[in-house]
């Protein structure tokens, strides 16, 4: 019996092929989108999955403004966050998120569901999103994807 083809392949730096693709959010739900794309940059979707490696593609996510969240979790949802201060925690619904920042909402999501790590870290690094159509990665070329 030939025992080289069990042989388990670990991924590294050097021979991963990270490819940018690109994510229209329009009419999309937040969670389901958000789950996708946390599984495409950690690489999930890859036979060549690797835990410990960065070996997921680079995700640009356009139309992040008209993303929809189900229910009344436009209103009821609160997002939290500390400013270091003795009573200084803030409080901010998706609703005034997408006001101010529509691409924080996405972000938010996706951090989420990342790895709390120094790999997770990294892997967060790999997502691009922007409020309109317009994106700065056209030189990378990146493929529309639809999830």
Request: aromatic residues 8%.
């Amino acid at each position: 019996m030939n025992t080289l083809s069990y042989k388990t392949v670990s991924a590294n730096k050097n021979t991963i092929n990270k490819e940018w693709i690109v994510v229209d959010a329009e009419g999309e739900i937040l969670g389901r989108l958000a789950s996708e794309i946390a599984k495409v940059i950690r690489g999930k979707h890859k036979p060549s999955f690797t835990p410990h490696v960065d070996c997921g593609d680079n995700v640009i996510v356009i139309n992040a403004e008209k993303i929809r969240l189900t229910g009344n979790k436009l209103g009821d949802k609160t997002y939290v966050r500390y400013t270091g201060y003795p009573g200084g925690q803030r409080f901010i619904t998706p609703k005034e998120l997408l006001a101010k920042h529509p691409e924080r909402i996405i972000e938010k999501a996706v951090r989420g569901m990342l790895p709390k790590n120094r790999l997770g870290r990294q892997l967060f690094k790999n997502l691009y999103v922007y409020a309109g159509t317009e994106h700065k990665q056209e030189a990378q070329n990146p493929k529309p994807v639809k999830f």
